[in-house]
């Protein structure tokens, strides 16, 4: 146990965030996208889980941390919902409150296509399984910086 580190955030987890770099991608997802071989393909190339989250559970405890990137309009990104681009289920609205919550303002996430959403996956730096059940509980987001003390 650390302190003042979100104990929700394993030893893995928080390796994986802090080796990450500025613009790198990070996925979030639900139980039931294909993370493990996805996570194949990542840089990190292996699959992390924070399993007893919800998704916004899991966001929250990682912005904690992780600055999003401030450079982008595409800092945070939702999987759409198949044939309806425009519906926010409850799980996206409750991961949309955590980042308006993280960034001090409303900051809208972009909406991503599923298929599109796998293949931005395949290109990220690591996936994050949580064990959210609720469906379209797929998140992307992009690190940002760290600034000097002023």
């Given at each position: 146990?650390?302190?003042?580190?979100?104990?929700?955030?394993?030893?893995?987890?928080?390796?994986?965030?802090?080796a990450m770099?500025?613009?790198?991608?990070?996925v979030i997802s639900d139980t039931n996208f294909p993370a493990d071989s996805v996570a194949r393909e990542?840089?990190?190339?292996?699959?992390?889980r924070m399993e007893n989250l919800t998704s916004a559970e899991a966001i929250g405890s990682i912005l904690?941390?992780?600055?999003?990137?401030?450079?982008?309009?595409?800092?945070?990104?939702r999987m759409e919902v198949v044939d309806a681009p425009d519906e926010i289920p409850d799980v996206q609205k409750e991961v949309?409150?955590?980042i308006d919550l993280a960034e001090g303002?409303?900051?809208?996430?972009?909406?991503?296509?599923r298929f599109a959403f796998y293949?931005?996956?395949r290109q990220s730096y690591a996936v994050i399984q949580t064990?959210?059940?609720?469906?379209?509980?797929?998140?992307?987001?992009?690190?940002?910086?760290?600034?000097?003390d002023e």
């Open positions: 146990m650390l302190k003042g580190i979100d104990p929700q955030l394993n030893a893995d987890v928080l390796q994986c965030l802090r770099g500025h613009g790198d991608a990070l990542t840089v990190l190339g292996k699959l992390l904690s941390v992780l600055p999003l990137d401030t450079f982008v309009d595409d800092f945070a990104m949309q409150a955590q303002q409303p900051r809208p996430m972009l909406s991503v296509e293949d931005l996956a064990g959210e059940r609720r469906f379209y509980g797929c998140f992307v987001l992009r690190k940002g910086v760290v600034g000097p």
